[in-house]
């Protein structure tokens, strides 16, 4: 079990995983969606000076309750149930990122994140930390235009057959084939 | 103490991203390239089980444990905030190869510099508040 547990988690497990923590938020009277987290951040920043951040950001503890949840899974993942081993892709990805420059995934760095855009020797120059913002500034704005993430809409929305949803992870994976087929070989 | 399982669930909830590697920008690269099975299986299971699980829930008329009825609020109807929108969200998605959720998980994971992301998510969503007004929904 615990063997089982440690070791990478197969998809059928790690997605009905997912559906366990949609579901258990919905029978606790919420819903599962991250980035209302993000919205809720900007109203304790800005003090509800701003409109579309004045509401009563308090009713939304619970998510930020659930988003130290989340560092903390991390931590214990790493820290407790690490099997050892880096990511294992597929030879064909591992092909298409050593053209861009990429190394395979290394456990001499994290294991999960490229130390091309992840190490702070490549985040601390004018260009590494310009892609990890411009990263984080394209994800904030879409996914509060498209009210809703990955999990808001990919998995919440779908699972209520919601079109707009349908939508938006058409949008997600639009502008993810753009960056990734259009615009990578540019960047890197 | 009513909050703790919201902490429970988020610690399974990071656990789980960590551990069905799905926070990797290794894995988000190779499903946007469609080379690998398992991101697509991990989304597809979880979306299979939520369609019927919400079926279920609407059929059955099941509370939630305050006793309350479960509402699933419909989404606004519209075209372009979720397109577009989508699209502004896929870009970023693909670049740093997170999502919101998997941000703060791999910061939990010692990926420290993923802070810098997840900061100027925030700035993002401030920038949407600052000039939504202007935009087509």
């Known amino acids: 079990m615990w063997e089982f547990l440690i070791n990478p988690w197969p998809w059928w497990f790690s997605g009905a995983a997912i559906s366990v923590t949609m579901f258990a938020l919905i029978l606790f009277g919420r819903s599962f969606g991250f980035s209302s987290n993000l919205r809720t951040l900007c109203a304790i920043a800005t003090r509800r000076k701003v409109r579309f951040f004045d509401f ?8 930020l309750i659930f988003l130290v949840g989340a560092i903390i899974g991390g931590y214990l ?3 407790y149930m690490n099997h050892g081993e880096a990511v294992q892709i597929s030879q064909a990805t591992i092909t298409d990122l050593a053209a861009l420059g990429f190394g395979e995934p290394s456990t001499s760095s994290s ?28 994800v904030g704005f879409g996914t509060r235009y498209a009210g809703g ?8 929305g779908l699972s209520d057959l919601q079109l707009p949803s349908l939508i938006a992870v058409i949008g997600f994976f639009t502008g993810g084939l753009i960056m990734t087929h259009l615009l990578y070989p540019f960047i890197f | 103490m009513r909050f703790i399982k919201y902490l429970l669930v988020g610690i399974f909830f990071g656990i789980l991203m960590a551990k069905s590697e799905a926070f990797s920008w290794y894995r988000i690269q190779e499903m946007f390239r469609f080379q690998a099975f398992h991101m697509y ?3 597809g299971t979880a979306v299979v089980l939520g369609v019927i699980g919400t079926w279920l829930i609407k059929k059955l008329k099941i509370n939630d444990i305050h006793g309350e009825k479960i509402i699933f609020t419909p989404k606004e109807k519209g075209f372009y905030r979720y397109f577009l929108g989508g699209s502004i969200f896929g870009l ?3 670049l740093g190869g997170a999502c919101p959720g998997p941000m703060v998980v791999s910061i939990g994971y010692g990926v420290l510099s993923m802070l810098v992301v997840f900061f100027f998510s925030i700035v993002g969503t401030f920038l949407y508040g600052e000039v939504r007004d202007r935009l087509p929904h």
């Open chain 1, 56 to 63: 009563d950001w308090k009713k939304e503890t619970w998510n």
């Open chain 1, 77 to 79: 993942a790493n820290t």
């Open chain 1, 111 to 138: 294991g999960v994140q490229p130390d091309e855009l992840y190490a702070w020797e490549n985040v601390l120059t004018i260009r590494g930390v310009l892609i990890l913002a411009v990263a984080g500034l394209l």
């Open chain 1, 149 to 156: 993430c990955t999990s808001g809409h990919a998995i919440s």
């Open chain 2, 41 to 43: 299986g991990i989304i």
């Open chain 2, 92 to 94: 970023g998605w693909a």
